[in-house]
């Protein structure tokens, strides 16, 4: 395994932990909750005094789950672009072997070094951390 291809792993690890299965979880949650909402406004009349907060609560919680799928769909993008980064750099005829200062200043935000890991924070808004 190469440089380019431990660090492609560390970095694409890093954005699906952030991910994390968390999205699918709050996405079932709100979905029963919808659902039971969805019923409990079948039983009520227009005039319950509960018909209007369970509307209300029902178009919270449909707000919410657009929210959650939309938030889905940019960190699938964002990962979609890191694959497109790696078959770039990839490409290149002897991949990175010296430092290049205008790739680091495109691609890098900063760095941190602290005495227990490194962090390179990428404009793309992600990062990598590997333990010193």
């Known amino acids: 395994m190469s440089l380019t291809d431990d660090f492609y792993d560390k970095y694409r690890e890093s954005l699906?932990?952030?991910m994390g299965s968390k999205r699918l979880k709050e996405v079932k949650e709100v979905e029963e909750d919808l659902k039971a909402?969805?019923?409990k406004l079948?039983?009520?009349n227009e005039n319950d005094s509960e018909y209007?907060?369970?509307v209300n609560e029902i178009y919270r919680l449909r707000d919410e789950k657009h929210q959650i799928l939309l938030n889905d769909a940019e960190q699938e993008e964002a990962v979609r672009q890191a694959d497109k980064l790696m078959d770039f750099i990839k490409t290149l005829?002897?991949?990175i072997t010296e430092y290049d200062d205008a790739l680091v200043r495109k691609l890098i935000e900063k760095i941190?070094?602290?005495d227990k890991?490194?962090?390179v924070v990428f404009k793309m808004g992600y990062d990598v951390t590997v333990e010193a």
């Open 52 to 54: 209007d907060d369970t």
């Open 37 to 39: 909402a969805q019923k």
């Open 117 to 119: 890991d490194i962090k």
């Open 42 to 44: 079948i039983t009520l």
């Open 112 to 114: 941190l070094i602290t």
């Open 93 to 95: 005829p002897t991949g």
């Open 16 to 18: 699906i932990k952030t």
